[in-house]
């Protein structure tokens, strides 16, 4: 065990460039605060089709432990909790294994349901604790942190930064797989190396079904790149992605019948958060702006997309049109209100959305295939390193055309004022190319 203070624990991870591997990517180093008492290791695969977080806990139960305690005993918590789904049978049977040698940890068993990997969520199901609208876990006393974020931990307590990422690769491909590959591969590649595609005419999402965003074949793998999923260009989720906000504004104009489903089975409205769908899109889609409470109330939406991809039984899009709101007010510099909170819902359990139930609905059932760990690490003879490969300010190039690195050398690196981690060259190799959003390095 490594005994450290906080200040050097976070500047190991700064210097490492370690972030939430998933999410936002934001910095690690900046989570941890001496105010945690509980820090929650979040195993929830919270997509559907995912699988990495149960396979590394599985495979390297201790290495990621070993950092947790690290990391707990470093911010001075009581107790360490890993989140784990209850089907996750091997993963459980992992740590259990290991847990005599770990004091102060225990296992936390989470339903198999969406989203139980949202952070807020998971605080709620460990601690029974409910983490105010608009805050943070840390003032509940809760510090959150994914299991490849602690594996990076592990690593980065060695002296060795983050450059590589494991990557599940799945959907409408041959063999689904999950891979460690170096960041800046291509989104191509890792489709090639799971046998290419089954359909001609295909869309490649970074991330899961619910909250993934389209990218080119062409886009490269980042820290918080956790999937790499394939669909059919004719598939629903496609569709639903790909829909025009003023079309679906017009469309809730004309077919919304405030069933409030939409808000009944919204997870942040059931732990008493301020948001309801179908009340925004009664305003909305009616121009009502006297009452401006439910646009301001969109900035308590998680963006999880249950209520437009499961609740919706008209296939409108409450959640494509809040974040649009949320967008705006943003733009013009709207300040978060202060949140009315109500108590967690008595019906909440008896609204979760089974995953299965999910996949079903979302025509994904074809796709729910294992996709094997494989521990080997992918080879590249070119990578693009994303500049902005986690939240806060993007990393600055430190080195030139021209020059020579070695995997692992700084690269890019953010002021020590500003949030922000340092990148690392993930293969050895000239740098061919700077842009202000990414170093293209290679042989």
Known sequence: MINMKLDELKAILRECGVVGAGGAGFPSYAKLDARADTIILNCAE????????????????????????????????????????????????????????????????????????????????MTGRVVPAGKLPID?????????????????????????????????????????????????????????????????????????????????????????????????????????????????????????MCTDLCPRFLLGHPIEPHIFMRSASSGVTNDVVPYLDTYFCSSCGLCEMYSCFQGLSP??????????????????????????????????????????RLNLTRYENPAPLIDEEVTANRVKLVLSQHAGTPAVPVVKVGDNVIKGQVVAACEPSKLGTNIHASISGRVLGITDRYILIGE
């Open 140 to 260: 509940v006393g809760v510090t959150v942190l994914n299991v490849e974020t602690m594996f990076n931990t592990f690593f980065a307590l060695q002296g060795k930064p983050v450059v590589d990422k494991y990557i599940t690769v799945t959907g409408a491909v041959r063999n689904p797989v999950t891979l460690k590959a170096p960041l800046g591969i291509s989104a191509l590649r890792l489709v090639n190396l799971a046998g290419g595609t089954t359909v001609e005419d295909y869309v490649l999402f970074r991330g899961g079904p619910m909250t993934g965003t389209t990218i080119s074949p062409s886009d490269a793998v980042t820290k918080t790149t956790n999937a790499i999923l394939v669909l059919p260009q004719d598939h629903p989720v496609v569709k639903k992605h790909e829909c025009n906000p003023a079309i679906e504004m017009k469309r809730a104009m004309a077919a919304c019948c405030q069933c409030r």
């Open 46 to 125: 919270c997509e559907p089709l995912l699988r990495l977080h149960r396979q590394l806990l599985e495979h390297h139960a201790r290495e990621i432990m070993t950092a947790l305690k690290t990391v707990a005993e470093t911010v001075g918590a009581q107790q360490a909790i890993l989140a784990i789904k209850s089907s996750y049978k091997k993963t459980i049977s992992a740590v259990k294994a290991e847990l005599p040698d770990f004091e102060n940890m225990s296992i936390g068993l989470l339903p198999e349901v969406y989203p139980a990997g949202d952070e807020v969520v998971a605080v709620y199901e």
């Open 319 to 360: 959640r494509q049109l809040i974040d649009k709101c949320k967008s705006e007010l943003n733009k013009n510099g709207v300040p978060v209100p202060n949140a009315e909170e109500k108590p967690v819902s008595e019906q909440r359990s008896g609204r979760y959305v089974p995953m299965s139930r999910l996949i079903a």
